[in-house]
Nanobody, 124 residues
Framework: QQLLVESGGGLVQAGGSLRLSCVTS????????MAWFRQSPGKERQFVGT????????YYVDSVKGRFTISRDNAKNTVYLQMRSLKPEDTAVYFC?????????????????WGQGTQVTVSS
């Protein structure tokens, strides 16, 4: 059974930083592109960024470029989302997802497996 578990969310002031982690099990981690999505109440789940299986390629949505960094440790079956210069509009539940191939942008249907999400709240 494939399992993705996010952690690291919380409450932070605007301008602050958080690092999210997503530990996976039950999948051949290095063969999957990993992605982060986020969802605010009443809004569609939004693509944030993705990283290739070997970690050499990343793509981000424009609104987080230069502030967010995705990395992975294939030895630990873990993907990370480092978030800096956080803004109130970054407030959302953040989900990690595993996808069979790397895409420069993704929709919800492009991911095969999902975590349960972790809440990030940025106060102004």
């Amino acid at each position: 059974q494939q399992l993705l578990v996010e952690s690291g969310g919380g409450l932070v002031q605007a301008g602050g930083s958080l690092r999210l982690s997503c530990v996976t099990s039950g999948l051949t981690f290095s063969t999957y592109a990993m992605a982060w999505f986020r969802q605010s109440p009443g809004k569609e789940r939004q693509f944030v960024g993705t990283i290739s299986g070997n970690g050499g390629t990343t793509y981000y949505v424009d609104s987080v470029k230069g502030r967010f960094t995705i990395s992975r440790d294939n030895a630990k079956n873990t993907v990370y989302l480092q978030m800096r210069s956080l803004k109130p509009e970054d407030t959302a539940v953040y989900f990690c997802a595993a996808a069979p191939r790397l895409m420069s942008t993704m929709t919800r249907g492009d991911a095969r497996y999902w975590g349960q999400g972790t809440q990030v709240t940025v106060s102004s």
